[in-house]
């Protein structure tokens, strides 16, 4: 085969993969608008979540509610969750296990709470010192549903006191407390001066992914602009 019959193949086989990569970049792009999509909706479902609720709501419709909640604190264990950063500190977040004492509530079951972030000690056998209000309370949060636990290896748990935890496994947690609500509750307002409440709803905006979308889109059409020249090209050749 001559050297000109081999260039038009070389170039044909340029736009093929091409085509491939275009194709590849469209779906990226599609994706990431479907991204934002999925994240512009829980947003708006979180906003629009009232804190009108005094009792738990069915589990599988616990996302982004809002309740307002009265019992008591169960002082014998607190779990903090290790390796939770804020503002380039290492701490932990405060999780407690709470009492609801509603007449209206067909049983009296146990919540977790998610009190907020604590910053840590340098050393890691040093702990933070929590003391949880007694008696009667009255908190008001958001319900959230844990992500499944993966972890690499399992970690011990002692019975009472500061324990500190490396994911919350539900199903652990709720053999240790029965009766536990699957879900958990993060609070809008600290309950103590040293916690600081407030969490991303999620960890990317959709505007982000709006931004990745026409990165993704621009390539394309780079691509495409491309495979036109070379065709273009080609058909010059020939005349």
Known sequence: MSKVQRIPLSK???????????ALLLWLGGWQLQRAKEKQQLLEQWNRAHIDLTVLPNPDHAEAVGVKLAGYFLTDVIYLLDNRTREGQVGYEVVVVFRIDKAEQRETPLVLINLGWIKGSQYRDQLPAIELPDGPQE?????????????????????????????????????????????????????????????????MSPQRHIGYAVQWFGLAMVLMVGCGWLIWQQRRERL
């Open 12 to 22: 044909w086989l340029m736009i093929i993969l091409a085509l491939l990569l275009i």
């Open 139 to 203: 908190i008001v949060g958001r319900l959230i549903t844990p992500l499944p636990a993966v972890q690499l290896h399992s970690d011990d748990w002692q019975d009472a006191g500061h324990v500190r935890i490396q994911q919350l496994d539900m199903a652990r947690l709720s053999a240790r407390h029965p009766n536990l609500y699957p879900a958990i509750m993060r609070i809008d307002k600290p309950l103590l001066p040293q916690l600081s409440v407030g969490w991303p709803v999620v960890r």
